[in-house]
T-cell receptor, first 112, second 113 residues
């Protein structure tokens, strides 16, 4: 079974770039890596998704090395409103039963 | 476009009772997946439904079940509630599958006394 590992928590300051790394040693060939953001009392919100190399959108970048055993979410110039829990999601395929494995999440605190 | 709607928002039950939670996906989305979130375990996948069929299942006991209707709305049922079932239950919808961009509802906070 694929397992993801993320840092439990991170601290940063406004204006800094934040990089959160997720390890997923047993990622399946057809699986994508997806990151979500969650604020208290809300459901997670999609941030970015990628398969290989680098993906960038208006809020973040995702770096995935060739072996795909890890990925790094990069948040440029964070603000206080980026304080949230960030989840790395990797689909795990076991026969006909795809079990989705979510990391425990990384709690990011952005300080003034 | 309306987002994913979950009802009720809060629920209090006692041990041994059963509960049914409802989820209305975004219009046009055919995949609905359910998750349990607790402080100690994080987000755990329960199951996914697509076109009224359960397509994927997590590692939860048979007390947890679900179904999907022809309009893609989904319900989740938990029978014989246990204290450990207290959690935030989230549902998410997507166009065709769980590896796609998921849109989550705000969840149902279930407390079992």
């Amino acid at each position: 079974l694929a397992k993801t590992t993320q840092p439990i928590s991170m601290d940063s300051y406004e204006g800094q770039e934040v990089n959160i790394t997720c390890s997923h040693n047993n990622i399946a060939t057809n699986d994508y890596i997806t990151w979500y953001q969650q604020f208290p009392s809300q459901g997670p919100r999609f941030i970015i998704q990628g398969y290989k190399t680098k993906v960038t959108n208006e809020v973040a970048s995702l770096f995935i090395p060739a072996d795909r055993k890890s990925s790094t979410l990069s948040l440029p110039r964070v603000s206080l409103s980026d304080t949230a829990v960030y989840y790395c999601l990797v689909g795990d395929h076991a026969g006909n039963n795809r079990k989705l494995i979510w990391g425990l999440g990384t709690s990011l605190a952005v300080n003034p | 476009k309306a987002g994913v709607t979950q009802t009720p928002r809060y629920l209090i039950k006692t041990r041994g009772q059963q509960v049914t939670l409802s989820c209305s996906p975004i219009s046009g989305h055919r995949s609905v997946s359910w998750y349990q979130q607790t402080p100690g375990q994080g987000l755990q996948f329960l199951f996914e439904y697509f076109s009224e069929t359960q397509r994927n299942k997590g590692n939860f006991p048979g007390r947890f079940s679900g179904r999907q209707f022809s309009n893609s709305r989904s319900e989740m049922n938990v029978s014989t509630l246990e204290l450990g079932d207290s959690a935030l239950y989230l549902c998410a919808s997507s166009l065709a599958g769980v590896n796609e961009k998921l849109f989550f509802g705000s969840g149902t906070q279930l407390s079992v006394l």
